[in-house]
């Protein structure tokens, strides 16, 4: 159906290097009712090689946040381009269009600081989550495909970003600290794979309809659970920068970005797992800029 990418242009000539190999990597498929490559669809999965140090540990699931619109999903970071795109959260570097592919700076691009992340626990595992609402073609269209390919979060003491005490100023630097897995970044506390690579991605249906939910940003996709023991010894105060590279495996022409824009928001609360795909209603809280989020509906464990 598909077949594999050997390459990541951008990131590669940004950092004046080729990809690392691709040749092992995994795909989560979170595509209901599909069997995608060989792989049959699931409510969650881990990567079992191929991230940063502990990031086996990380979980990605199906999740359906009813609504999920920008006035009540909160994001700390927008992102939008046709085909490839790729964000990062920062305040800084632009007035609407930011660094990358940003948009909507500062209001739903910005900085977050570690004290602002809450915590989900799942079987004794305290994580902190991170939600996806993404906005492609409706029902239909094999265009409502979109691949996860990368995601990389660091922390640190300041902002990387110039004009608060950073060095990263432009996009080409951006690139090029990120493809580089630079110390400009902060300290590495999760990344889905090793720089420059691609192998490990999770492919989603954005579309995908539960209990009435809609396409587009009218329901959310996918949560992202990072063990809080991967950020051991930051501090409170410390920033998050958080980066994400979508659409990179769509060789069939289905599985890149063709639409609105990703929005990701940064949650807080406890899942209650019953053992099948139902999805509860909980309550959840964003604390970033003062802003708190409303109810959402939690995925399964």
Do not use: C
Request: hydrophobic share 40%; proline share 3%; charged share 15%.
């Amino acid at each position: 159906m598909k077949k594999f990418h050997q390459i990541l242009p951008i990131l590669a000539v940004a950092a004046g290097l080729l990809p690392a190999s691709n040749a092992v990597g995994t795909e989560i498929n979170l595509v209901t009712g599909t069997t995608i490559n060989g792989i049959a669809a699931t409510t969650f999965g881990s990567f079992a090689s191929g991230t940063s140090a502990g990031g086996q540990n990380a979980r990605y699931e199906l999740i359906d946040t009813i609504p999920a619109g920008t006035g009540v999903f909160q994001p700390f970071l927008t992102y939008q381009k046709k085909g490839t795109e790729e964000g990062i959260n920062t305040s800084q570097l632009g007035n609407g269009q930011g660094v990358l592919d940003d948009k909507r700076v500062p209001q739903w691009t910005h900085d977050l600081h570690l004290n602002e992340l809450g915590t989900i626990t799942r079987n004794g595992v305290s994580y902190y989550a991170f939600e996806l609402d993404a906005n492609e073609t409706g029902v239909g269209s094999n265009n409502r495909l979109l691949s996860i390919d990368d995601i990389r979060i660091y922390t640190s003491a300041g902002s990387p970003f110039v004009g608060a005490g950073g060095t990263i100023g432009n996009d080409q630097q951006a690139h090029a600290a990120v493809a580089g897995d630079t110390a400009a970044l902060g300290t590495l506390r999760y990344a889905q794979n090793e720089p420059n690579g691609i192998a490990n991605y999770v492919l989603i249906d954005a579309s995908r309809a539960t209990e009435g939910s809609t396409s587009g940003s009218g329901s959310s996709d996918m949560l992202v659970l990072v063990p809080t023991a991967l950020f051991a010894g930051a501090g409170a105060n410390d920033f998050v920068t958080f980066y994400t590279l979508n659409g990179s495996h769509d060789d069939a022409g289905d599985d890149g970005s063709d639409a609105g824009f990703e929005e990701w928001r940064a949650l807080t609360g406890t899942s209650v797992p019953d053992g099948g795909s139902t999805l509860l209603l909980l309550g959840s809280v964003f604390a970033s800029l003062g802003f708190f989020a409303r109810s959402r509906k939690t995925a399964i464990a």
